[in-house]
């Protein structure tokens, strides 16, 4: 069964929550400690942080890194539901 | 302030919960589709997994990955706070 990575939703849960707290990239960034780019590729799902950045990052979004795991978590539940019925979504 | 890698405490909470399900780093590793010195660096904080290797991690040790970094940062604030009083931890 193809799976869908973990860091894919994670990416979406970051671009979510940062909207949320109306953050640009850039700023998030800046908080974060990493490369603006980086935060786009952590959103479009290209990049697979580590856990010690996927932390920093969390923690500029002022949320616990579980919390994210958590809400990433349950898209994959929801995609692989979905999949079931109509195959792995693009 | 000197602060405690979510990475290390990761790793100690993969250690306890493989030990609580009596498994080899061999068997934990094939599980999880890594290379067994790649466990034992990720136990020994050594190793700064990505979030799709932690969450094979994760799956190999049937827990979800959200439970293992919220046992983490548990750790971490417990370090934080005994650090509070008497220094960084070594």
Redesign the interface.
């Known amino acids: 069964m193809a799976k869908r990575?973990?860091?894919k939703s994670?990416g979406e849960v970051v671009r979510a929550r940062r909207s949320e707290l109306e953050l640009t990239q850039e700023l998030l960034a800046e908080r974060a400690g990493v490369h603006p780019t980086y935060i786009g590729m952590v959103e479009r799902g290209e990049r697979?942080?580590?856990?010690?950045v996927?932390?920093e990052i969390a923690e500029a979004l002022d949320a616990?890194?579980?919390?994210l795991?958590?809400e990433a978590?349950a898209r994959n539940r929801k995609s692989a539901g979905a999949s079931t019925k109509k195959g792995r979504p693009s």
Chains 1, 2 share one sequence.
């Open positions: 990575l973990l860091s994670f697979n942080c580590s856990l010690d996927a932390s616990p890194l579980s919390k795991i958590e978590e």
